[in-house]
């Protein structure tokens, strides 16, 4: 009931293009501005629904529906501010970044293993006994993510300038994240949630930093 409320909110501020509600506000305002097409809003919002009642995607297809509407959208809906509604540019970009979307919520499933299974009973991937989680089915689902970030690291460099820096740290901040998990054994990632330490967050974000005022990103 309450997720149908908020929808309903979110509906009448974008037609109105004005909510008390801040959130809704400032959302309004970005989709109203760039034209952000409703299909990627109502993709994302599915998936959230999905989260209230659905606890494991079974098949390749729920799987790549739930990660397209909670993940791929928001990174669409980034470019398509990143770039000022430039949709040709928009279409250049964007494979790369819905993967990278993608791979950022795959790492996330991998890093929540333990919060997912035990808090929330939850498997997000397909095939696999994640409370049994082998090396053999961590290795896979670590070089699936390791393919979308390939593809993704293109694109990154073909943002506007002042999109790129903060882009590009998320997915540095991210490969680091994966290269942990990559390095962490499977029964262990199944008992504590991998992290990056803050000290290593600023030492990434200062060779970021770095590597985008050089332009060698």
Same mark, same amino acid.
């Given at each position: 009931a309450l997720f149908g409320q908020f929808k309903t909110d979110l509906y009448m501020a974008l037609a109105a293009r004005i909510s008390l509600n801040p959130v809704l506000n400032a959302f309004q305002h970005t989709v109203n501005r760039y034209d952000i097409p409703m299909d990627l809003v109502e993709a994302f919002l599915h998936s959230m629904e999905l989260d209230l009642t659905k606890k494991n995607y079974n098949t390749h297809a729920e799987y790549s529906e739930y990660i397209y509407g909670s993940a791929d959208v928001v990174g669409l809906m980034c470019l398509i501010v990143f770039v000022k509604g430039d949709m040709k540019k928009y279409e250049e970009l964007k494979q790369s970044a819905m993967r990278l979307g993608s791979a950022f919520q795959k790492v996330n499933f991998l890093r929540d293993l333990k919060a997912d299974c035990e808090q929330l009973d939850r498997s997000y991937f397909p095939n696999t006994d994640l409370r049994r989680?082998? @090396? @053999?089915? $961590? $290795?896979? !689902? !670590?070089? @699936? !993510? @390791?393919d979308d970030f390939r593809a993704a690291v293109d694109g990154i460099r073909s943002l506007p300038i002042e999109a790129r820096l903060g882009v590009y740290t998320a997915y540095v901040y991210y490969r680091r994240l994966l290269s942990k998990l990559k390095n962490t054994p499977s029964t262990e990632i199944m008992n504590r949630r991998i992290r990056v330490p803050d000290h290593e967050k600023y030492g990434l974000f200062a060779q970021c930093y770095l590597s985008h005022k050089l332009n060698i990103i």
């Open positions: 989680l082998t @090396e @053999e089915s $961590k $290795k896979a !689902i !670590i070089q @699936e !993510i @390791e």
